[in-house]
Nanobody, 114 residues
Framework: QVRLVESGGGLVQPGGSLKLSCTVSGIEFGLYHAGWYRQRPGRQHELVAIAHMDGRRTIGDSVRGRVTVSRDDEKGTMSLQMNNLDPEDSGIYFC????????WGQGTQVTVAS
């Protein structure tokens, strides 16, 4: 059974940075495309970035130029470096397969506020 554990969220001022981490267990992570998603208040899950298993990276329009996604298949981990954060980036961030076919983890809360 796949288990997803996200961490690294917190409260940050506008313009600040955060690095989110995800640990994937229970499956051979390297066989799957993986993504970061976020759920902002009152909205559905939104795709933020994809770390494809072949090394490609896809970054969503709303965060392009401000985030870097990476993965370590041996360790079963993935990270999301976010810079120049805006209050609109606030929400709960999740990792999952792309497309999101695994059960969601608890996510990690990101709050961008003065």
């Amino acid at each position: 059974q796949v288990r997803l554990v996200e961490s690294g969220g917190g409260l940050v001022q506008p313009g600040g940075s955060l690095k989110l981490s995800c640990t994937v267990s229970g499956i051979e992570f390297g066989l799957y495309h993986a993504g970061w998603y976020r759920q902002r208040p009152g909205r559905q899950h939104e795709l933020v970035a994809i770390a494809h298993m072949d090394g490609r990276r896809t970054i969503g329009d709303s965060v392009r130029g401000r985030v870097t996604v990476s993965r370590d298949d041996e360790k079963g981990t993935m990270s999301l470096q976010m810079n120049n954060l805006d209050p609109e980036d606030s929400g709960i961030y999740f990792c999952n397969r792309y497309p999101a076919l695994w059960a969601w983890g608890q996510g990690t809360q990101v709050t961008v506020a003065s």
